[in-house]
C-alpha cells in the first residue's frame, strides 16, 4: 500500500510539473481565491471492521480510497480546485470532508459568504481569512510578483467555523494546516482562531506564497527529519533547509518582528533522534560544525536577509540570484550565494562576512568556496580571514594567553574606499 501510495505520488508529481512548466516565462502572477466551507464530516471507511468479510471489505476500500485521496490532493484540489461541493481528504484513512467551494472576486462578496454583513461580525479565524485577501493586494505582495513563472495561483481561504472542537473533530487542524502546493495555496480559518491572528496569517501567506515560485526539489528521504515535521532552528538536510529559508526569510522582509524572531531562534538548534521520531534535543550552536548549520532553515534565513538589507541594493540582487538558478531543481544556499557572488564581484567580501558570522567561524577556506566561488575577489576574503586568526595567535601568544577556539568568528576589517577592499586596517 505505501509502495502504490509512493508511486502514485511520483506519477502525479510529474504530471503536475510538467503542467507547470508550461508557464516558466510567466511575468505577473495573479491569485485566483476560493472561499470553501466545511459542510460535513463524512465516515469513508469503517474505523474498527469486524470479521474476516468487515476486514476484506475495509482492506479494499482503502486502497480505492487512496487512489481518490492521491488524486484530489495532487491533482484536484492543486491544479484545478474548481467550484461547487467537493470531497477533502483527511490524513485520517476513515473520514474525508464534504466542502462547499466558490471563487472570490471582492471583499465584500467574501464577508457574504462568511455569513457576515460587516468584519465586526466575523470569528476570529474568519478575520484572518479577511486579513489574507487583503494582503494579497498589498504592495510587498505585488512587487513578489514579477518574480513568479507562474501565471496564475489558486489560494483556498478554508472557513472550518462549527467544525473546530478538537474533542468532536480532532483530526480538523491538521487536515487543514496551511501549505503551499505550489499551483495552490490553502489557509484555514482554524489554525488562525485567536484574537490578533491576522498579522500572523498575513505573514503564513507570504511564507506560502514564497514557496509557490520556488522549484527546489526537497531531500526524497526524511527531509525534514523522521516525524516529518521541521521547526526554524531545526538541523534538517541542505536542500530543504534552503526552501523553508527562503520562505522565512521573505517574512523577515516584511516584518522586523519576524525577523528578531528567526535570529533569536538560532540561539539553540534542535537535534531530532535518529532512531525516535519526535525526539528532540537542544544544544548550542557552538557545538556543530559549519555544514551542520547551514542545514538549519532559520540560519539560512538571516543569511539571505543579512545579504538583502547589508548589501547596497541587496534585496534586489538576492532575489536576482534566486530567478539565476531557478532551473537548478536541487540547488541549496549555497547555489544562491555563488550565484550571487558571481553576479557582485564587488559583495563578496561583504557576503564572506556574513556567512562566516552565522557559521560562527566554522567553514574551511575549502567549504566557504562552495558558497562564495574562487575568484579573485574570493581568495582576497580567504586570505584576509587567514591573516586575521593569525594575527589574533600573535597577540594571545604576546600576553601569554592561550589562544582558544570559541567557535565564534574573528572581526575581520575592511576597506571599501581602497583599491583592494579586503586589506586589514
Known sequence: MKNLKFYLLMLLMVVGFCLQTGNA?????????????????????????????????????????????TWEKTVTRNLAPGEGTKRWYSDNKNIAYDVKRVKVTSEAQLLELMGAKSEADLSDGQKALLAVYRHSKSQDVKDRMKYSYRSSINVILSDTTGFDDPGKYPDIQDDFWPYSSGPTIQMSSNRYNWSGS???????????????????????????????????????????????????????????????????????????????????????PETLTGAQLMCVECINAIIMHRMATEVDDGKNKVFKAFTDTRLLLFRDLKTLTKKFAKN?????????????EQTLGKLSDKEMMAYIGKSDEAKAFLKARAEAKEAEAAASAASGTEATNTGRPLDIKVKTETSNPFSIK
Open 25 to 69: 516565462q510567466a511575468k505577473d502572477v495573479e491569485f485566483d481565491f476560493y472561499y470553501q466551507c466545511v459542510e460535513k464530516v463524512v465516515q469513508i471507511n469503517d474505523p474498527e471492521p469486524e470479521g474476516w468479510w468487515g476486514h476484506t471489505k475495509s482492506f479494499f476500500k482503502s486502497g480505492v480510497n487512496l487512489a481518490k485521496k
Open 198 to 284: 491576522d498579522v500572523s496569517a498575513q505573514s503564513t501567506f507570504v511564507h506560502e506564497f514564497a514557496h509557490s515560485f520556488d522549484r527546489t526539489i526537497k531531500e526524497f528521504i526524511d527531509p525534514y527529519g523522521k516525524d516529518g515535521s521541521h521547526f526554524a532552528n531545526e538541523l534538517t538536510k541542505p536542500r530543504s533547509a534552503f526552501v523553508e529559508g527562503w520562505a522565512e526569510f521573505n517574512q523577515m522582509l516584511d516584518s522586523e518582528e519576524k525577523a528578531v524572531q528567526m535570529r533569536n531562534n538560532a540561539s539553540l538548534i534542535r537535534l531530532e533522534s535518529k532512531t525516535k521520531a519526535g525526539d528532540y534535543t537542544n544544544v548550542e
Open 344 to 356: 557582485n564581484p564587488a559583495d563578496i567580501a561583504t557576503l564572506g562576512k556574513i556567512i562566516d
